[in-house]
T-cell receptor
Framework: EAEVAQSPRYKITEKSQAVAFWCDPI?????LYWYRQILGQGPELLVQ????????DSQLPKDRFSAERLKGVDSTLKIQPAELGDSAMYLC??????????????????FGQGTRLTVV | GENVEQHPSTLSVQEGDSAVIKCTYS??????FPWYKQELGKGPQLIID?????GEKKDQRIAVTLNKTAKHFSLHITETQPEDSAVYFC??????????FGIGTKLQVIP
């Protein structure tokens, strides 16, 4: 069964350092999401890609966070510099909302296992 | 933007009893409402979803209802089993595919 792959699973970094997370969505999925999930809360959208284009990054703290999906396939989320408050689970998800080249109605988003970030 | 409220935040039921989780949303443009189950250390996994043109959907022990007028939707789990213990999230998605999650409900099924 196809899965969304994320790496690393766990990351410990010191504050002010740079950190990067990688996501490989399910093959053929046009939409890719990065979410941040603080312990005990629901996932919060950071950025949404449609192919290689950003369609929503309104909640992304752009002074320190950046995301790219250069070829419209895998994606990287970077934090520089990391702060203590960035400790959380970072989840990547993808969905297949294209049918024969046209965008279709909403479909299920498949999540990866996440990257657990601890900033010390 | 969309705001999704979910309650209760925790729920304990005896094995075999039913569990109900309720959510409300604010954006009348939302047209897709998935429910996710998240086990410890894992990403959320879809368990059931409903679209705005449907009022109710059932899949074995799980059912979801949607009231578009009142902007609320609910998850019903019947004949609960210990393996149902997890955190459940409701979500609302707009036509632009933006998905907003509720805060989650930690369900504990007591054997």
């Amino acid at each position: 069964e196809a899965e969304v792959a994320q790496s690393p699973r766990y990351k410990i970094t010191e504050k002010s350092q740079a950190v990067a997370f990688w996501c490989d969505p399910i093959s053929g999925h046009a939409t890719l999401y990065w979410y941040r999930q603080i312990l005990g809360q629901g996932p919060e959208l950071l950025v949404q890609f449609q192919d290689e284009s950003v369609v929503d990054d309104s909640q992304l703290p752009k002074d320190r966070f950046s995301a790219e999906r250069l070829k419209g396939v895998d994606s990287t989320l970077k934090i520089q510099p990391a702060e203590l408050g960035d400790s959380a689970m970072y989840l990547c998800a993808s969905s297949n909302n294209r049918d024969r080249g046209r965008l279709t109605i909403n479909t299920e988003a498949f999540f990866g296992q996440g990257t657990r970030l601890t900033v010390v | 933007g969309e705001n999704v409220e979910q309650h209760p935040s925790t729920l304990s039921v005896q094995e075999g009893d039913s569990a109900v989780i309720k959510c409300t949303y604010s954006d009348s443009a939302s047209n897709y409402f998935p429910w996710y189950k998240q086990e410890l250390g894992k990403g959320p996994q879809l368990i059931i979803d409903i679209r705005s043109n449907v009022g109710e959907k059932k899949d074995q022990r799980i059912a979801v209802t949607l009231n578009k007028t009142a902007k609320h939707f609910s998850l019903h789990i019947t004949e609960t089993q210990p393996e149902d213990s997890a955190v459940y999230f409701c979500a609302a998605s707009t036509p632009s595919q933006k998905v907003t999650f509720g805060i989650g409900t930690k369900l504990q099924v007591i054997p």
